[in-house]
């Protein structure tokens, strides 16, 4: 590995999760992106994840809501006088769905799941781009206030699009509040989820359970036999991030063969990690999934 590229390594359950920028190595004719840590949902149709993505302004993206949800306040976090805002780097699919590309990027561990879980059912009127339907993205804070209020501002995106826009730094980032034109907006008052426990480890961002953040992540190699092949794609792993931060369990559940998977497992099982805290703040073992994606450049 030669020269570095900039990529994302995003912590997640969704569609929700942590998000943090890495470095990826790459070669002059491959790279290795690690592209996605996430839950194991997964809505989106194959056929559309390689589609292209475009930044959308926050103005633009709130002409473009058809549909909105606002979270209740959770009791439990209402009491303990917890407040804050949920940040989320929203994906809108070329069908106008919240699609599983969104990542959640920052937030109390309480108010995650009641956030995603409203945002999920946001709709859009799909991104165009001379003819070709595409993925679109921008941030969203999910606020709740001290006075048992919540309320979603939009805020531009922090990643690089395929249309040449660098992506905006989270902290030079203005928020935009609902316009007055945007549809109005349901108040959406489920229950919250409890915490799900199985096999040694809870799922990521379900009943208040946090999310792992990346810490040390070094992106794979390239195999001989990949490279030659010319094969692209994405090895899915399924995985558990200890209380420790360290990996264990490391399954594949998505294969591309070539030796990719093989590299993809070493690879992560060096990863480190900030660990996910559970109800009491305490670090917590949590299922998540995570995406190698290999692309020959």
Not at 62 to 80: E, I, K
Not at 139 to 164: C, E, H, K, Q, Y
Not at 173 to 180: L, S
């Amino acid at each position: 590995m030669h020269s570095f590229m900039a990529t994302t390594i995003l912590v997640y359950g969704l569609l929700a999760g942590q998000f943090m920028a890495a470095q990826v190595g790459q070669t002059p004719e491959t790279s290795t992106v690690i592209a996605n840590i996430r839950s194991s949902d997964s809505d989106t149709p194959a056929n559309t994840e390689l589609r292209r993505i475009k930044n959308i302004a926050p103005e633009e993206m709130w002409n473009r809501v058809t549909q909105c949800v606002f979270p209740g306040y959770p009791a439990r976090a209402l009491d303990s006088h917890i407040t804050g805002a949920v940040d989320i780097g929203l994906a809108v699919s070329p069908e106008g769905d919240v699609g599983n590309r969104s990542r959640v990027l920052d937030g109390p561990p309480l108010l995650v799941q009641p956030a995603m879980a409203a945002i999920r059912r946001w709709k859009f009127r799909p991104n165009m781009v001379q003819g070709e339907g595409t993925w679109s993205r921008v941030r969203v804070l999910v606020r709740f206030n001290a006075d048992g209020t919540t309320a979603v501002d939009f805020a531009p995106a922090i990643l690089a699009d395929s249309f040449g826009d660098p992506g905006t730094p989270k902290l030079t980032a203005a928020a935009v509040p609902k316009p007055a034109s945007s549809p109005q907006c349901e108040l959406m008052n489920e229950p919250t989820q409890a915490p799900i426990f199985e096999n040694g480890a809870y799922k990521a961002g379900i009943g208040g359970i946090g999310f792992p953040g990346c810490i040390a992540c070094p992106d794979p190699s390239y195999s001989d036999q990949a490279r030659l092949a010319k094969i692209s794609g994405i090895v899915v792993l399924h995985l558990i991030v200890t209380a420790d931060g360290h990996t264990a369990n490391i399954q594949v559940q998505r294969s591309l063969g070539y030796g990719l998977d093989e590299e993809a497992v070493k690879a992560v099982g060096e990863w480190r990690f900030r660990p996910a805290l559970g109800l009491d703040g305490k670090p917590v073992p949590v299922w998540t999934d995570i995406e190698a994606n290999f692309r020959i450049k």
